[in-house]
């Protein structure tokens, strides 16, 4: 898989297949999606004739990547132990329903630790990722990837050398991968917007989880400066990210391969705004080969 790989979160209404559909009439070739109601624990079980459409229908609109994000609900740091066993619950039921899909990846805030410490927060959450992943032998190939976050509130996973931490304590790390969101990084403290403050960022990556554990990128503006601790999304080049921020990352050849997916506002009719920050994201790369066909000016 080679050049990038851009996209949208696309909506499921319909069926989960249908995303694939949306993210084909945006022209680009990546896709992330809820697999289920994200508002809910739980759901019915995974449709197994949209999974076989799923299936069919991905390689033939030319979507070469796809991503799903659990619900907001889990909180694997939690301290109490009935949440705590809940969202293990959650995220056991997510990772299956991509399974079922054959989505490999699914996207994960760490948590919060709702006051019981930083460091207890961390091991709880590695905790919870052990005991999933020998629940779930027959999903070894699909990967819980932590978010990186803002760090707001008591949320976990606001530098790298937190998300180094959790997976330090995994068993099998290999079932283990990061997601930077853009929006999220700045907000942690992270100034990637100069080249020199791109460098810095990526240097503190590798010294810590490793290029190779970060497997997607959440495209996001920022409606917040660097620092801020908050996390609200705005669209590509009209926020504190600027257009550098993203061009640093786009024109960067070690992310090739590696998904880039929007959380951008939608407009009112569901994703027309995708299709304008798609275009702000194609219009950075220096070498148009590298966009998504469908991109392409």
Same mark, same amino acid.
């Given at each position: *898989? ?21 993210? +084909? ?32 229908? *991905? ?60 460091? +207890? ?17 027959? =999903? ?42 853009? =929006? ?16 810095? *960022?990526?240097?503190?990556?590798? +010294? ?51 998904? *880039? ?17 798609? +275009? ?18």
């Amino acid at each position: *898989m080679s050049g990038l790989l851009l996209g949208a979160h696309m909506s499921i209404s319909g069926g989960v297949s249908n995303a694939l559909d949306a993210a +084909a009439a945006a022209g680009s070739n990546a896709v992330q999606v809820f697999t289920k109601n994200n508002r809910q624990w739980g759901g019915p079980p995974a449709d197994q004739a949209d999974a076989a459409r799923w299936h069919e229908q *991905m390689p033939a609109l030319g979507v070469e990547y796809a991503v799903s994000h659990a619900t907001y609900l889990i909180n694997l740091a939690s301290p109490k132990d009935d949440l705590w066993a809940r969202s293990i619950g959650g995220q056991k039921d997510e990772l299956q329903r991509a399974q079922a899909y054959g989505i490999r990846h699914v996207v994960l805030h760490p948590g919060a630790h709702t006051g019981s410490g930083e460091e +207890a927060g961390l091991a709880r959450v590695a905790a919870a990722l052990n005991r999933l992943h020998a629940e779930l032998p027959e =999903c070894a190939d699909t990967l819980t990837l932590l978010e990186l976050t803002a760090g707001q509130g008591t949320s976990l996973g606001y530098s790298f050398g937190q998300l180094a931490a959790i997976i330090a304590d995994v068993e099998t790390q290999e079932r283990v991968g990061v997601c930077v969101d853009t =929006c999220h990084a700045l907000g942690a403290g992270y100034d990637f917007r100069t080249a020199e403050g791109y460098a810095a *960022m990526i240097g503190e990556i590798e +010294a810590t989880i490793g290029l190779s554990t970060v497997k997607c990128w959440h495209f996001n503006d920022s409606k917040f400066d660097v620092g801020s601790r908050k996390d609200r999304h705005t669209h590509i080049g009209e926020g504190f990210v600027g257009l550098d921020g993203f061009s640093h990352i786009l024109n960067d050849l070690r992310w090739d391969g590696i998904g *880039m997916l929007l959380e951008t506002p939608k407009d009112e009719d569901g994703d027309g705004n995708d299709a304008r920050n798609l +275009a702000a994201l194609a219009g950075l790369v220096d070498d148009p080969t590298r966009v998504p066909p469908g991109l392409r000016g």
